[in-house]
């Protein structure tokens, strides 16, 4: 407990955490004004409406708050795996995988309430665009809950993600910026190089990378995998570079 408390006391005290919370959820509610200004009309198609709350376009495109969640949970571990601050944080909390689990822990339950709140603005935002026949049209649509349900795990699945690659990383902004290219640059040209080299049969495996598995958690149809399905690729993703952050946080010389 004590481990979690200092990940508290530290967070609340840090002015970035609630800059940070806010730019996410002022994120959401832009994206979400854009994309209801563009619509023009209340989306009548099954789940389009929750994905106009969920920032993202008929057609699942990938969440910028999430892309913001990942980024900025990596560039959080720039200054406490460095120098002194990682030597403060060990003499506070000599058991580093106790550490390193508290902070997992205390990342993904902020990343959760912020995706909850920002949902609750998004919702506020397009409520105030479409009128108040959206809010009926958008709880009687059938996939709702699992949409919603699918943008507050994709957000906490990305700050687990960035928080692994930060402490990987030593927070480095190159990975920052590696992390936050990913969904729009680095894996649709990995789909496009496989689609040229690799016979037919193959080509379907780029679906399996995070952001592109992720992304069909918010979707309602097209091809792909099933939302549940790209849940746990993602969540496997997640799970692997937490793995290696430990291993490497571990052996961390903190010298």
């Known amino acids: 407990m004590t481990a979690i408390r200092y990940e508290l006391t530290r967070l609340r005290t840090v002015r970035a955490t609630w800059a940070t919370a806010a730019g996410v959820i002022a994120v959401g509610a832009a994206a979400t004004w854009i994309e209801a200004r563009d619509l023009g009309s209340v989306p009548t198609a099954p789940g389009h409406a929750a994905q106009v709350i969920t920032s993202g376009a008929p057609g699942a495109a990938t969440p910028l708050a999430a892309v913001v969640v990942a980024f900025a949970a990596v560039l959080s571990c ?30 993904a339950v902020l990343a959760g309430c912020v995706a909850v709140l920002g949902l609750a603005v998004n919702a506020l935002v397009a409520d105030a665009v479409f009128g108040p026949g959206f809010r009926d049209l958008a709880w009687d649509q059938v996939p709702v809950p699992r949409l919603l349900a699918g943008y507050v795990v994709y957000l906490v699945f990305a700050a687990v993600l ?78 692997i570079a937490l793995l290696a952050a430990a291993v490497v946080f571990a052996r961390r010389d903190a010298a």
Do not use: N
Request: aromatic residues 6%.
């Open 78 to 107: 720039g200054r406490e795996q460095r120098g002194a601050h990682l030597q403060t944080l060990l003499l506070t909390l000599p058991r580093r995988g106790r550490a390193l689990a508290a902070k997992t822990v205390v990342t």
């Open 162 to 239: 960035g928080l692994a690659i930060g402490v990987l990383t030593r927070g480095s902004a190159v990975a920052a910026v590696a992390v936050a290219a990913l969904p729009w640059t680095v894996e649709p040209l990995i789909g496009r190089a496989a689609d040229a080299v690799l016979a037919e049969p193959y080509r379907d495996w780029d679906a399996y990378l995070p952001f592109g598995a992720a992304d069909r958690m918010l979707s309602t149809s097209g091809p792909g995998l099933a939302p549940g399905t790209g849940a746990v690729v993602f969540g496997c993703w997640t799970a």
